[in-house]
């Protein structure tokens, strides 16, 4: 499957504020845009800003366009609000779940623990990074990586559990919108795909 594997410090300097997670030095001295070296503004357009949305989510998630499609679509067939149904996806995806759930530093980290078969779910391994999770859904490493889970506060703790002796992580429910910590604005991606 294919993902973003260019430079990270530029992705984060495109939105202002850390994607992937990890502080750098680069992003620490250069806190406007790449290519817009001078300090002049350049006027955006609500269009522009809708794209920005977008494409925030999409490198956030680690989740390519036609896939963010299919959510999207996926979302826009459930009952309720559409941005939110959409955000809910994305934090129930396996990556991302393992991700909050403090197995990895990052979601490119937690994708590439899912995709090299050392995450299970439910006693049975799943290699597929895009897997929803459902409610009461179990997650833990297999039993030899079991010594390398980190045992620190969880990043969704209030629908995530972890049990430490048991070293098995539980999907309580689907968060709603405040439980999501993610900076994003999900109506301006509604108003987008909604033209």
Not at 36 to 55: A, G, H
Not at 136 to 145: M, N, R, V
Request: net charge positive; hydrophobic share 30%.
């Amino acid at each position: 499957m294919a993902r973003y594997i260019g430079p990270k410090t530029k992705i984060s300097r495109k939105f202002g504020e850390l994607i992937y997670g990890k502080t750098n030095k680069s992003f620490e001295k250069k806190k406007y845009p790449p290519g817009n070296s001078s300090s002049r503004n350049i006027k955006k357009t609500f269009y522009s800003t809708q794209l920005l949305e977008k494409q925030k989510i999409k490198y956030t998630y680690g989740i390519l366009e036609r896939q963010f499609l299919k959510m999207f679509y996926k979302a826009s067939k459930k009952k309720g609000i559409k941005g939110e149904i959409l955000l809910q996806l994305c934090e129930s995806r396996l990556d991302n779940i393992v991700y909050r759930l403090n197995l990895s530093h990052s979601r490119p980290e937690a994708r590439q623990l899912v995709s090299h078969r050392h995450i299970t779910v439910n006693g049975k391994i799943v290699n597929i990074p895009s897997f929803n999770l459902k409610p009461g859904d179990k997650i833990s490493l297999k039993e030899k990586h079991k010594h390398k889970a980190n045992k620190n506060k969880l990043l969704g703790s209030d629908w995530l559990s972890w049990d430490n002796e048991k070293m098995i992580g539980i999907f309580k429910y689907i968060p709603n919108r405040n439980q999501i910590t993610e900076n994003i604005n999900e109506k301006l991606i509604v108003e987008l795909y909604s033209k």
